[in-house]
Antibody, heavy 113, light 108 residues
């Protein structure tokens, strides 16, 4: 089971911070990913992190994305800096680094002043 | 970056009919790393198919995938009421992993 948490409203130019809590299994030896979906639109892969901290991001967002993993807390996190209205979306966490077999329910993050 | 296009945008069919969804890649997908997802309204996507034709755990056999290179197809042989949803293809051959824009299967 995966559950996203964090602020639902972020001001433009600020940093979006989300956490994904993982239950029902170990985080070790898995890749974990963030994927987002603007309202009424398609899916965009943001990036992935392995349980040992190795990461890979979508080049379109790379300079603004940071991810971390804390296996002791069964959590992994996303930070997206300098947000704009274009970053408004439902953000999903998912297990997997290439194909995504388990997803959280998603969290809507709105960027607005 | 591999760009995926899907057609048609919307497919209007009746329960029991056969659905054929197309996904085309801008370049050959490495190692046939192509997946399909189903997304029902208000829900997260669900993995249906990976490696072009391998059904994920628990996916009924009315779902099948085929294709190679740049052209891929998802077929639903007999539409059940719960199959009316949006379907996305995704490549995972090289980063960044991208999704197609989706095909909506709507009730006629």
């Amino acid at each position: 089971h995966l559950q996203e948490s964090g602020p639902g409203l972020v001001k433009p130019s600020e940093t979006l911070s989300l956490t994904c809590s993982v239950s029902g299994g170990s985080m070790s030896a898995y890749w974990w990913s963030w994927i987002r979906q603007p309202a009424g639109k398609g899916l965009e892969w943001i990036g992935r992190m392995y349980s040992n901290g190795k990461s890979d991001q979508n080049s379109s967002l790379k300079s603004r994305v940071a991810m971390s993993v804390d296996t002791s807390k069964s959590q992994f996190s996303l930070r997206l800096t300098s947000v704009t209205a274009a970053d408004t979306a439902v953000y999903y966490c998912a297990r997997g680094g290439t194909i995504f077999g388990y997803w959280g329910q998603g969290i809507l993050v709105t960027v607005s002043s | 970056e591999i760009v995926l296009t899907q057609s048609p945008g919307t497919l209007s069919l009746s329960p029991g009919e056969r659905a054929t969804l197309s996904c085309r890649a801008s370049q050959s997908v490495p190692s046939n790393f192509l997946a399909w997802y189903q997304q029902r309204p208000g829900q997260a996507p669900r993995l249906l198919i990976h490696g072009i034709s391998n059904r994920a755990t628990g996916i009924p056999d009315r779902f099948s995938g085929s294709g190679s290179g740049t052209d891929f197809t998802l077929t639903i042989t007999r539409l059940e009421p719960e199959d009316f949803a949006v379907y996305y293809c995704q490549h995972y051959g090289s980063s960044p992993f991208t999704f197609g824009p989706g095909t909506k299967v709507a009730i006629k």
